[in-house]
């Protein structure tokens, strides 16, 4: 027998930034940072014997919670990734709500049967979880084990095993435990993240974002390059621009810079500016800088909060010129 852990990743870009992310390789957030510190706290009596991971970066991160404090190598396996999603690689949800959401709600709700071009299908990521979870909970009869993947993937393989369609999402860093005795498999506790404190879960986090919401297109933005203008993108939620990001170029192309990012006033607080920085990132990582510059006026304590909430530093105390690292980097 053997006992086998299945660990959600901790928040990242996409779940903030509302873009969709399966294989593109994407970092933790500030609040996964909390989440991370809180699964090590939760495993810290649980013994483990080997760590496997999928191969992108934000389930790595998040392993680290089990692996280093146990002293284990970690075992990244391509089996272990997210769902690809093929040309909605990066593609921010609101986009696909008002220009595709016929195959968007059969993201969510019938993946069975959905596909987009270049994407995975159902059945394809699946099979080759199930074939990686097989293969190595067989080499480690008898010891206990902690997979960390993704939502998608996970809720697909869950659905298969529980011969189930009725199953949501399940919350960033959830465990599900299970019992893998040559080759069947029993569910001791599925998607619980009780280790998570209302202030940290990204669910309890987005229902400020969701209020007074009827549809998914209403807390979802999606961007439009505003005419003549090569650097202003409008922020808009389902045909109302409700904000605008304008971005220049830095001194290399090693860094960007975040010229303006605005909301107009009745969707500020809500997390909608997460949204619009994740544009920001989007647009300057592929063009292949590796830094965010924003300056902040001091008397803007509001603009500050929001940049040092969302990962900017300054480099020089009380400095009004803040930095934010978007490289995604191999973990050491």
Known sequence: MTTVYFV????????????????????ITENGVRQIEALRARFEDIPVDAC???????TCRTAQAVYIPKGLPLHPDRRFRETSVGCWEDVPFGWLERFDKSNMDDF??????????????WDGYTSRFLQGLHEIAAQNDGKTIAIF????????????????????????TAVSRLCWRDGEITFDFLN?????????????????????ATDRADYSLWFEKAPDKAET??????????????LGAGDTQNFGVILDL???????????????LGQAVSVLRNRGAREIQVSVPDANARAAHFFAENGFVSQTPG?????????VRPLP
């Not at 659905?159 to 369609?165: E, F, P, S, W, Y």
């Not at 993108?233 to 304008?246: I, N, P």
Request: glycine residues 8%; contains cysteine.
């Open 192 to 212: 619980d993240a009780s280790h998570l404190s209302p202030e940290i879960s990204t669910m309890q986090r987005q229902q400020r974002l969701k209020q007074g």
């Open 233 to 246: 993108w409008l922020a808009k939620l389902r045909s109302r621009t409700v904000g605008q990001l304008v």
């Open 319 to 327: 400095g009004a010129v803040l930095f934010k690292d978007i490289e």
């Open 149 to 172: 993947t993704h939502a998608c993937v996970l809720r697909g393989v869950q659905k298969r095993l529980l011969k189930t369609d009725e199953l949501p999402f399940c919350e960033n």
């Open 108 to 121: 969510n709700h019938n993946e069975r049967v959905w596909q987009v071009t270049g994407s995975e299908t």
């Open 262 to 276: 605005s909301l107009d006033e009745a969707y500020r607080g809500r997390c909608f500016g997460q949204q619009l």
């Open 8 to 27: 959600r990743h901790a928040e990242a870009e996409g779940n903030t930034y509302r873009r969709m992310h399966g294989q593109y390789n994407s970092l």
């Open 52 to 58: 496997y991971a999928s191969d992108l970066y934000r």
